[in-house]
């Protein structure tokens, strides 16, 4: 099959007296570029004719700019399918109001004869890190009874249960606030719509991304991703490149079935590629569990500096045995001390891989990432989210949180990706981020971490405008490389190409 792209014009492409390009693509591969005046010089071949003569589609982009697609590059595609059906808990702006939002809920479905009233209520999005009021379990009781209660933060690394809650999980806690691995073993417990529901909510997100531009992502679900992948594709999901991660609770069995990082998955249309080995080695800063240096303001006891959620001797053995049998690590670490020693288990495994989030890195660890080839994975949105945090809790380094032009300079790859759900499955938000350090009409943050837009785009896609590349590219209505902040934020998505195929149009 041959489809041709007529009228396309480069970003930033002004001189060669309004010159723009001719793409041709033949089975989902770049064919051909030619270069063309004004007028075009392409010739479209008459209907009819012999029949053994190719297929061709013909698509006019009417001077869009066209561009690599984008990928993300950390989601967890069941969880943002989920969440976006959940209480939102966004607006709360202390322990006592997201209380009362779940109050108006109750009361909604009462109102409403609910026959449902009794059913959990699944919350999410929640940031109490600056919230003047700890939440507790005798807060949320005294709104919601008997009803079980499960609130999310937006971080996904602190859950706040209420009593009635915690007796259905057969729970015995002080406080309601479970963190980490008690967070995400409930998480899971939470998963529980049937597979045919979350594989149609996630079919809809996936098209959603593709109106955005989004050609890949990197699904880091807590799941058996590869199973899990193969199955939608095979019944209809192929709008997206998946890279499909690997927990330690996998590890095994991906092992046994031969998956090596980078393997593409059979009877999937080369759509489905096995990633890395996915360790979360420290917290988060929101729920103050990043692993760091220098203790929390005010914190005291055995979590002061965050928590490292395994042991250096037992991650270096995880990484070795991945490495070993062709997996590669994508190691969570948040926090400096996180980095630094999620640094140290590459050194000694010879693993290679990524560092996700690397949120706050010391200068000295920037240049060991660089040394070492390591991948810095970084959700530049996060820092919009996250600035008054970073100022009151890391106030000493807060230098150095999200410090993406001194990666760059060091010669640090950088990979981009949204964490949906902790933000929303949308490049263009991580790309207006990393170009601005601004949202919102504020003052940009830390302004000298800025990069340019041709970095953020870089770090975003996989592949080029080029001869033998795949074809996946982005028609877009405005140059990207002519935009302000809020323009590169809303950037108007024209058309999306999988391997030649499209995925999301609004042309007519």
Not at 59 to 70: E, S, T
Not at 269 to 293: E, F, W
Request: charged fraction near 25%; include cysteine; proline fraction near 5%.
């Amino acid at each position: 099959m041959k489809l041709t792209l007529l009228n396309a014009r480069l970003p930033g492409e002004r001189g060669l007296m309004g010159s723009g390009i001719n793409v041709v693509i033949r089975d989902g591969i770049i064919d051909d570029i030619e270069f063309v005046g004004q007028t075009s010089a392409f010739t479209v071949p008459a209907a009819g004719g012999d029949s053994a003569v190719e297929a061709e589609q013909i698509v006019d982009l009417g001077g869009r700019f066209l561009i690599p697609g984008l990928w993300d590059n950390h989601v967890h595609m069941g969880q943002w399918a989920q969440t976006r059906r959940r209480l939102d808990l966004a607006r709360a702006e202390s322990a006592d109001h997201a209380s009362a939002i779940v109050a108006e809920n109750l009361a909604l479905r009462a109102a409403n004869r609910d026959a449902g009233i009794a059913e959990p209520v699944i919350g999410f999005g929640w940031r109490g890190t600056l919230w003047d009021g700890e939440p507790h379990k005798d807060l949320l009781d005294r709104y919601t009874g008997a009803t079980p209660v499960y609130l999310f933060s937006v971080d996904l690394h602190t859950v706040w249960v209420n009593s009635a809650g915690l007796l259905a999980q057969g729970i015995d806690h002080p406080t309601g606030i479970l963190i980490e691995e008690e967070c995400y073993a409930l998480e899971r417990r939470m998963q529980v719509v049937d597979v045919t529901t979350l594989d149609a909510w996630v079919a809809e997100a996936a098209r959603e991304a593709a109106a955005r531009g989004v050609v890949g992502i990197v699904d880091f679900e807590l799941a058996w991703n590869p199973g899990d992948w193969r199955r939608r594709i095979q019944n209809g999901n192929d709008l997206l490149r998946v890279e499909c991660g690997i927990y330690p609770e996998h590890l095994e069995r991906a092992i046994e079935t031969g998956l090596r990082t980078g393997d593409t998955v059979a009877s999937t249309n080369g759509l489905l590629r096995v990633g890395r080995l996915k360790v979360i080695s420290d917290g988060s800063l929101g729920s103050r569990t990043a692993y760091c240096s220098v203790p929390y303001p005010a914190a005291t006891g055995a979590r002061a500096r965050g928590v490292l959620n395994i042991l250096p001797a037992d991650l270096r053995v995880l990484m070795e045995r991945a490495q070993s049998n062709g997996i590669e690590s994508a190691i969570h670490a948040i926090g400096d001390n996180a980095v630094a020693l999620a640094l140290d288990e590459f050194e000694h495994s010879d693993a290679e891989g990524a560092i996700e989030h690397a949120q706050l890195v010391s200068p000295a660890d920037v240049e060991r990432i660089a040394g070492l080839e390591i991948v810095a994975s970084v959700q530049p949105e996060h820092a919009m989210d996250d600035r008054d945090a970073v100022d009151a809790l890391w106030p000493a380094h807060a230098a150095w949180a999200f410090s993406l032009a001194s990666m760059l300079e060091a010669g640090v790859e950088l990979a981009f990706g949204s964490d949906a759900p902790v933000t929303p499955l949308d490049p263009w938000r991580g790309i207006a981020a990393a170009v601005t350090r601004s949202r919102d009409g504020r003052e940009p943050w830390h302004p000298e971490q800025c990069i340019d837009v041709e970095d953020a785009l870089e770090a975003s896609t996989r592949s080029r405008l080029a001869i033998g590349q795949p074809a996946d590219l982005i028609a877009l209505d405005i140059d990207p490389l002519e935009c302000d902040g809020e323009q590169l934020r809303t950037m108007p998505v024209a058309l999306t190409l999988v391997a030649g195929r499209v995925t999301h149009s609004t042309l007519s």
